[in-house]
């Protein structure tokens, strides 16, 4: 039989994949395949034949190797994270010595530095859809996909997992459901599903939507997509894309970088991520985020809406500057402190 650091890091690296699809998102596992694939070549390229290779000295050659081609901090934050999960796997099944993982450096890094700091604006997210709301552009699908973004900070795959039946038009409310068999899991799996409440104009977007412009399709397993494309449910990709070309500024007024829409190449689908000024889900989802806070709504209601916790919301997503926190929250509590 086979000893276990006999595999090669390639052959290892798909064992550990295998063994985690059951408990991560595809999303993940796609991340994961990414990280570890860079690792994996990096081994055959320096004649790292067997998983019993890896040392200290070899995982270090290879952080080297990975910042000396100048990837971000995080970037490089994030890949050691994953080798060393990697790595404890190794241990697990006496691949390797016994505390190799340990010697697994993760460059520390301010926490303020972790995510993300591109946000959608507030001003810039409620200006779009005040005009979505009173333009003929009302109920169209970028209207009714940003609306539904940014009043419930859902992540682009909760939103890509609504089905029509989650949308209830009378109570106005929105249903995430973990549907993994039917190809639409929530990141958080049964703990990610949730109903949230809608406002009348989200509402109001989303009925036109359903009205005039939502595509009549059902997906491979028979639902009906919420948000549906030509061929029914719609890729992740191509749910990114239209989040980018929802929040071009230039659907509201002049293009702020010159550019004529006529002519502009980034309005086509294939480049609409390369406008400066568009945003991607996750950045709409910051942004949300920390207008709820803003707003005034209760730190575990927020919680309970966009399906975080207190602590990664503090963390990665709330990005009010420090004199925001004051004006927006903290001022007007001062009422509270007067004295006469």
């Known amino acids: 039989m086979r000893r276990p650091n006999e595999l090669t890091p390639r052959e290892a690296w798909h064992r550990y994949l295998d063994g985690r699809r059951t408990e991560i998102t595809d999303e993940t596992a796609s991340t994961y395949h990414y990280r570890l694939k860079l690792f994996v070549e990096w081994c055959e390229e320096n004649e790292v034949e067997t998983v019993s290779e890896l040392t200290g000295w070899i995982l270090d050659q290879y952080e080297s190797a990975r910042s000396g081609e100048g990837v971000a901090a995080t970037t490089l934050h994030n890949e050691m994270e994953t080798l060393q999960s990697f790595v404890e796997y190794l241990e697990r099944i006496e691949a390797v010595d016994d505390g190799l993982a340990n010697r697994v450096n993760i460059p520390d890094i301010p926490s303020d530095e972790r995510s993300r700091e591109t946000k959608l604006e507030a001003d810039r997210a409620l200006a779009l859809i005040r005009h979505y709301r009173t ?24 939103i890509r997992a609504l089905d029509l039946r989650d949308f209830d038009a009378g109570e106005q409310t929105l249903e995430f459901v973990h549907r993994p068999e039917t190809d639409t899991p929530l990141k958080n799996k049964r703990k990610g599903e949730r109903i949230v409440g809608i406002r009348d104009g989200v509402a109001t977007a989303l009925k036109r939507y359903i009205q005039s412009e939502r595509w009549d399709k059902h997906d491979d397993h028979g639902r009906q997509p919420l948000f549906s494309s030509l061929q029914g449910r719609a890729s992740t990709n191509t749910m ?21 829409p006529e002519t502009c190449e980034f309005r086509s689908h294939t480049h609409a991520s390369k406008c ?13 985020i920390t207008w709820h806070q803003d707003r005034g709504v209760p730190r575990e209601v927020t919680s309970e809406r966009v399906n975080a916790s207190q602590n990664v919301i503090d963390r990665y997503y709330d990005k009010a500057t420090k004199r925001e926190r004051m004006e927006l929250r903290r001022r007007p509590h001062l009422e509270k402190l007067e004295i006469e």
Do not use: D, I, K
Request: proline share 9%; with cysteine; net charge positive.
């Open 276 to 288: 400066p000024s568009s945003r991607a889900p996750h950045h709409v989802r910051t942004g949300s």
């Open 240 to 260: 990114r894309a239209w989040m980018y070309t929802a929040t071009f500024p230039c659907n509201r007024g002049p293009c702020p970088h010159g550019h004529e």
């Open 135 to 158: 333009s003929e552009q009302a109920g169209s699908r970028n209207h009714a996909l940003l609306e539904v973004a940014w009043h419930t900070g859902a992540r682009l795959g909760g």
